[in-house]
T-cell receptor
Framework: NAGVTQTPKFQVLKTGQSMTLQCAQDMNHNSMYWYRQDPGMGLRLIYYSASEGTTDKGEVPNGYNVSRLNKREFSLRLESAAPSQTSVYFC???????????FGPGTRLTVT | GESVGLHLPTLSVQEGDNSIINCAYSNSASDYFIWYKQESGKGPQFIIDIRSNMDKRQGQRVTVLLNKTVKHLSLQIAATQPGDSAVYFCAERLHGSSNTGKLIFGQGTTLQVKP
């Protein structure tokens, strides 16, 4: 049972490049979330998927898209990366009826 | 040692002392609160939670206190150890968001434990 896994761990992009961050959970959780964490700040919600087949915007969705591929996987795509998207990205999941979210180890993204 | 909400982001305590980390939450309609610990280079880890119909909840070496009157949450760590050094986040869940499970996170407090 690996919990929540994220790939890659580190990534450097040039402005304008695109990439997809992958997230998978093996806990049979219903809901999944993408956050970004900037220095000195808490976690800000980018997008979430309350259940398989649904996705919704969070607090800071601009510049991102998501896909809930199946119950296990939830990917985050940057179509045209910008330096303002330099951040650490965390994926989390939650089982229905419970409130705590379980987090992955994060992806550190730098956009130059 | 004690931190004062979001305005004092670093708390330094001596090993063996008790730590108190404070959090001022934003919405009186929040009905669930949770504390996370984040070690350097890792994702946040669940520590303890509390529902709004409770004032206090205890775990192993940790206690969470909730004061709804002043919208204040605190995390007490007994006999602080070097392994407790981390950033601690509080998060709140707005009433009515049980389906989405969305949490609103605070800025975080860095706890430094001096040997």
């Amino acid at each position: 049972n690996a919990g929540v896994t994220q790939t890659p761990k580190f990534q450097v992009l040039k402005t304008g490049q695109s990439m997809t961050l992958q997230c998978a959970q093996d806990m049979n959780h219903n809901s999944m979330y993408w956050y970004r964490q900037d220095p000195g700040m808490g976690l800000r919600l980018i997008y979430y998927s309350a259940s398989e087949g649904t996705t919704d915007k969070g607090e800071v969705p601009n510049g991102y898209n998501v896909s809930r591929l199946n119950k296990r996987e939830f990917s985050l795509r940057l179509e045209s990366a910008a330096p303002s998207q330099t951040s650490v990205y965390f994926c989390a999941s939650r089982i229905a009826g419970h409130y705590e979210q379980y987090f992955g180890p994060g992806t550190r993204l730098t956009v130059t | 040692g004690e931190s004062v909400g979001l305005h004092l982001p670093t708390l330094s305590v001596q090993e063996g002392d008790n730590s108190i980390i404070n959090c001022a939450y934003s919405n009186s309609a929040s009905d669930y609160f949770i504390w996370y610990k984040q070690e350097s280079g890792k994702g946040p880890q669940f520590i303890i939670d509390i529902r709004s119909n409770m004032d206090k909840r205890q775990g192993q070496r940790v206690t969470v206190l909730l004061n709804k009157t002043v919208k204040h949450l605190s995390l007490q760590i007994a006999a602080t150890q070097p392994g407790d050094s981390a950033v601690y986040f509080c998060a709140e869940r707005l009433h009515g968001s049980s389906n989405t499970g969305k949490l609103i996170f605070g800025q975080g407090t860095t706890l430094q434990v001096k040997p």
